[in-house]
């Protein structure tokens, strides 16, 4: 999630990008069709071809957090026909009827799906959401600059590394990571708790380097700092760019995430939705942007093709066994005050 990231891009807003060259887009009666994804989420080579075997053009904009593409969805004033929110937001969308249902007859290709990804909490009967990708939030660090082992949330609060930690410039994520280090859930709506993770936030501000986006990958693949939260995808990234980065899922539990395929009310070519988030489930294109992203695929034929260096390591392809003490976020708009007072303390001292 999530959450603000490549998942998450912090820093691309709202890029609007027009994927064929104009010389080969079509005049103003050709069909079009509105996606809302996250920054860098995607290999873009698959949306013209999308464009020209469907006769479309794909006007593609970029979110940087889920907060910010409710909020633009919410309003209605966008045609948007595809999106790609991550479980606690869906489960708010679809409690506030901004979502369609979708004809699963028209996505032959969701049988691709793995089982373990379906049926999930956020929509149990499989009605509004199609599978995207999936992951976890936990520490990469620098195995050169770092002594002792990294297994648990308690090392960003080593003074050793003052000035050289990173944390995640999201409200949700780092109240998250301070709840887990605690003992207590990561959908905590307990006031004292939540007071509790706010205090050690502050007691860590004068370690960190700084709350960062999308910018944690040129800091750590430049050796700029020792350690930072992070998102898995982003996490295989860096460690691509720098062999000295390794990641691991803390012992006391982390997030794991989910991200699928939505189709907003607001869409006017439901049709067309349907048929691009049948090609995105494909094979071929999903393999391409799992290669391209860096983040756990949902879809079965695609993880077998995947070098075994990458779905053997627990922390990137974790079995369900391996995540004890992980949980899903859930929508917690009954207390989102109180977080965004928090996160407002936190980020005021």
């Known amino acids: 999630m999530k959450k603000s990231v490549l998942k998450k891009a912090g820093a691309v807003v709202l890029l609007v990008a027009m994927l064929v060259g104009l010389a080969g887009c079509g005049g103003s009666d050709q069909a079009k069709l509105y996606v809302y994804n996250w920054g860098d989420y995607i290999d873009e080579s698959v949306l013209a071809e999308f464009e020209k075997t469907n006769n479309v053009d794909v006007i593609y904009e970029q979110f940087a957090t889920n907060e910010e593409m409710y909020v633009k969805i919410k309003a209605g004033t966008a045609k948007y026909d595809v999106a790609i929110p991550s479980d606690y937001m869906i489960t708010k969308m679809i409690n506030e009827g901004l979502l369609h249902t979708i004809d699963m007859t028209a996505i032959p290709n969701y049988a691709k799906i793995d089982d373990r990804f379906k ?30 082992v990294v297994d648990s949330w308690d090392v960003l609060w080593d003074k050793k590394y003052t000035q050289q930690i990173l944390m995640l410039d999201s409200q949700r994520d780092s109240i998250a990571v301070l709840l887990k280090q605690l003992g207590y859930s990561s959908n905590s709506r307990d006031e004292k708790e939540l007071e509790e993770a706010k205090q050690l936030l502050i007691e860590q501000k004068p370690l960190l380097m700084a709350y960062v986006g999308d910018e944690v990958k040129d800091k750590m693949i430049g050796n700029e700092a020792v350690m930072a939260v992070v998102w898995s995808g982003d996490a295989v990234f860096m460690k691509g760019e720098n062999p000295d980065l390794e990641y691991v899922i803390p012992k006391e539990g982390s997030n794991i995430w989910y991200d699928a395929m939505v189709i907003p009310k607001t869409s006017q070519n ?11 489930c494909s094979t071929d294109v999903a393999f391409k942007n799992a290669d391209y992203i860096g983040y756990s695929t949902p879809q079965k034929e695609v993880r077998s093709m995947l070098p075994d260096d990458l779905t053997s390591v627990p922390a990137y392809y974790p079995a369900e066994g391996e995540l004890k003490g992980s949980e899903v976020f859930e929508d917690l708009s009954d207390v989102l005050a109180i977080y965004d007072r928090i996160w407002t303390e936190v980020k005021s001292q």
């Open 119 to 148: 049926n999930l909490a956020f929509d149990p009967k499989n009605e509004y959401t199609v599978p995207y990708m999936w992951g976890t939030v936990g520490i990469i660090y620098n195995k050169t600059m770092v002594d002792g």
């Open 270 to 280: 439901k049709e067309m939705a349907e048929k691009f988030i049948d090609f995105m």
